[in-house]
């Protein structure tokens, strides 16, 4: 277990090659993902007569806008450019009153966008394909068809290998060479459930979200992924955790929860440095922070505590840097009286 900011830079340089090499990570797994979705639910037969399902990694995507969060201009990098922090899009919830409908059947192929939709007559809702322009939670990047290599079902620490290794590579297939590991888009696998087993689905599906709300559920998104804005999205407000353990990411989390950095403002790193950052430089870098930092909290910033803020700068992970990445942001942090940056439960002005 290693202590967390005794190094404020040193700590963030280790967000940035946290994942390196590591395939595996950001992945969330749910079997049935469907059933996730609901009480019950398998893939529900939802949207109609669907597209017959293509061979994985053969199909086209049609041409679709940029992919959106709900409250964020498409135009704007959201890294380049912070808004202020908004309330979480307003979903309905799967597992509430409506409850999604348990028919099995329901497959989608390469390039559908998934999405939970209302049944007719009040009858609860459904989980279906809709039009990438439309409101939904996923996008299916690859298939995995395990017809030939399992004459019975794997098991969940099976399923969970399989799919692990397998959609990483369609993922970055399906979107191309912009794709940015640590970018907006999160991966996640679905596998088919013993039910769905038994009626004769062998698919399980690569799929991408654009992460969670705070209750675990995907947030909902229009757009399709290809073309799409990949620059993770930072916004004025946001409040980051390091995470306990160096080497492993950081994520923007609610300020209620344990973090570390709050962020300020945008930073746009296009023409500083010619190769990647040295521990050094992104050090350096943090000069540019100091305005920010004391616009936001005076010229001697300090904490309701009395502890000393310091200027930070959120590096950009170097598979980010390395297909295009430049926009990043500034932050904020509290350091206690050993030098170690204080894991906070509330925003700085509180």
């Not at 068809?145 to 290998?161: K, Y």
């Not at 080497?247 to 440095?273: I, K, N, R, T, Y």
């Amino acid at each position: 277990m290693a202590e967390r900011g005794k190094r404020v830079v040193g700590e963030l340089g280790a967000w940035a090659g946290a994942v390196a090499g590591a395939a595996l990570a950001g992945v969330l797994l749910a079997f049935s993902l469907w059933g996730a979705l609901g009480a019950g639910a398998d893939r529900s037969a939802a949207a109609g007569t669907r597209l017959d399902r293509p061979t994985p990694g053969t199909a086209t995507a049609p041409a679709a806008p940029a992919a959106t969060d709900p409250g964020v201009t498409p135009a704007a990098d959201p890294a380049a450019t912070p808004v202020p922090a908004a309330t979480e899009p307003a979903t309905a919830d799967p597992a509430g009153a409506e409850p999604v409908t348990s028919a099995i059947g329901y497959q989608p192929g390469v390039g559908d966008c998934v999405a939970v939709l209302p049944s007719g007559g009040g009858a609860g809702a459904t989980v279906g394909t809709v039009d990438c322009t439309a409101t939904h939670l996923f996008e299916v990047v690859g298939l995995v068809d395990v017809t030939e290599q399992f004459p019975t079902r794997p098991t969940e620490l099976e399923w969970t290998a399989l799919l692990t290794m397998r959609c990483p590579d369609q993922l970055r297939a399906y979107i191309g060479p912009s794709y940015d590991p640590h970018g907006r888009f999160v991966l996640r696998v679905s596998a088919p459930t013993e039910a769905e087993w038994a009626a004769g689905d062998r698919t399980g599906e690569c799929l991408v979200s654009v992460g969670s709300d705070s209750a675990g559920r995907p947030i909902p998104y229009e757009g399709a992924v290809r073309g799409a804005e990949q620059a993770a999205q930072l916004r004025l407000g946001d409040c980051v955790d390091l995470g306990p353990i160096e080497g492993l990411p950081a994520s923007v989390v609610g300020c209620d929860q344990p973090h570390q950095l709050e962020v300020l403002s945008a930073l746009d790193l296009d023409g500083v440095f010619e190769h990647y950052p040295s521990t050094e430089q992104w050090d350096a870098a943090a000069a540019r922070c100091l305005p920010a930092v004391v616009e936001r909290f005076g010229a001697e910033p300090t904490a309701v505590s009395g502890n000393p803020l310091v200027p930070v700068v959120v590096p950009i992970p170097i598979e980010s840097w390395l297909v295009g990445r430049r926009a990043t942001a500034c932050a904020v942090g509290e350091l206690d009286p050993a030098g170690a940056l204080v894991a906070r439960l509330a925003p700085l002005d509180r």
